[in-house]
């Protein structure tokens, strides 16, 4: 943790349905000294433009599943997401090499699930740990979890480098834009900069030892049927309700003729991601996770 930041990436977009992003870098667009520090290089962009134009998810499949190095350099892949990764990979990265482009992406989003604020992690890298502790002291609401992923190979636009991450945060509707949760994303963003900028300067007269995280166990499907139907939902206990703790016998869904299903396992977890709507069309009806403080 001994080099410096050079440049940073605040990416916004990505989902192209999620306003937070899309607005955030239009307006540091229109300001640009929101996001400047003397001791380093701030970039800022909207990744897929396809997408904003569309107000959807994405165009062909989603952006934030396609950094996988192997396909960023085969040539016969060519959706517009494809093509799009690869002259992202290419600005930003390339992914796996020694020095990338930027040192450290931030990559915005937002859930239709009650994350309130939330970063998602999914490296083990020192310096992106020391932020997101840093982060948690300036905003203690902050949720930090640690992302065990959908793919064999971590795919999100923040694993071109191998710091950084994605911001999270919820509930909001996709195509809206929200208040609250627009100007806390844009005060993490800005603590992370500030982050960076004591970091340069040797102003951190701290190292952070442990941090408490929801770290991933597994992604939950709904009940389905046969052909492949929803025939649950998630329970009302569970809606609305992020971070939910689930203990064995409580309420877990219910089908759509008003038989509860309970969860059964005997271990306690949160449930998080809880109903996000992008997360229907990929089987996901919630992720648990294990409440930890780990050492960073
Ligand atoms: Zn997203």
Redesign the pocket.
């Known amino acids: 943790m001994s080099n410096k930041i050079n440049k940073v990436a605040i990416t916004g977009g990505?989902?192209g349905n999620?306003l937070t992003g899309v607005y955030l870098i239009n307006k540091y667009k229109k300001n640009p000294d929101l996001v400047k520090r003397d001791s380093f290089k701030t970039l800022f962009m909207h990744t897929n433009v396809g997408a904003m134009k569309k107000c959807t998810r994405y165009v062909d499949k989603d952006l934030?599943r396609t950094f996988i190095k192997k396909d960023l350099v085969n040539d016969a892949l060519y959706s517009y997401e494809d093509v799009l990764a690869k002259s992202i990979n290419l600005k930003l990265g390339p992914k796996g090499a020694e020095k990338t482009a930027v040192d450290f992406i931030i990559d915005l989003?937002?859930?239709t699930s009650d994350m309130g604020l939330s970063i998602v992690i999914d490296n083990d890298n020192r310096l992106t740990w020391q932020v997101a502790a840093y982060l948690k002291e300036m905003e203690p609401d902050l949720h930090i979890f640690r992302w065990r992923g959908d793919t064999k190979e971590v795919s999100f636009v923040n694993s071109i480098t191998k710091d950084g991450f994605a911001i999270e945060v919820g509930p909001i509707p996709q195509g809206v834009l929200r208040a609250d949760l627009f100007f806390k994303t844009e005060k993490l963003v800005a603590h992370t900069l500030d982050f960076f900028e004591k970091y340069n300067r040797g102003d951190l007269h701290k190292v952070y030892e442990t941090i408490e995280i929801y770290d991933h166990i597994k992604l939950l499907d709904f009940p389905r049927d046969k052909s492949g139907e929803l025939n649950a939902t998630v329970h009302p206990n569970l809606q609305d309700n992020g971070y939910y703790k689930l203990t064995k016998g409580d309420p877990l869904f219910i089908t759509l003729e008003g038989e509860v299903i309970n969860y059964e396992e005997e271990k306690d977890v949160y449930a998080l991601f809880i109903n996000e709507a992008?997360y229907y069309e990929k089987g996901f009806a919630m992720c648990l996770t294990e409440k930890k403080v780990i050492k960073i």
């Open positions: 990505t989902h999620e934030n989003h937002s859930t992008a």
